[in-house]
Nanobody, 127 residues
Framework: QVQLEESGGGSVQAGGSLRLSCVVTRYYNSNYWMARFRQAPGKEREGIAAVGPGGRDSYYADDMEGRFTISKDSAKETLFLQMNSLKPEDTAVYYC????????????????????WGLGTQVTVSS
């Protein structure tokens, strides 16, 4: 069974940085998409960024690129999300997700397209 193990969340002051990690285990091959989502209290889950199979191509939500950088270490099957210049409105539970199926443009940050999910990690940004 596929497992996604997340780490790196925590509390930080506005303007600070955090790096989230997500290790994928028990996948049957390396051809899978990975993505990061977040969900703030009372809000819908929103996509942040995604990485295609092999980790070469990355895709961002319109308002996420710049402060957030997604990357993948394929050898270690680990996804990273570097978050800089954090703001209080970035406070949320951050989730890692993966799926083996091709993602067409427009669907890569749709949470319903992803089959496997981590448990989430809390990020709290104080002002």
């Amino acid at each position: 069974q596929v497992q996604l193990e997340e780490s790196g969340g925590g509390s930080v002051q506005a303007g600070g940085s955090l790096r989230l990690s997500c290790v994928v285990t028990r996948y049957y091959n390396s051809n899978y998409w990975m993505a990061r989502f977040r969900q703030a209290p009372g809000k819908e889950r929103e996509g942040i960024a995604a990485v295609g199979p092999g980790g070469r191509d990355s895709y961002y939500a319109d308002d996420m690129e710049g402060r957030f950088t997604i990357s993948k270490d394929s050898a270690k099957e680990t996804l990273f999300l570097q978050m800089n210049s954090l703001k209080p409105e970035d406070t949320a539970v951050y989730y890692c997700a993966s799926d083996p199926n091709y993602k067409a443009p427009g669907s890569r940050l749709n949470s319903q397209e992803y089959r496997h999910w981590g448990l989430g990690t809390q990020v709290t940004v104080s002002s």
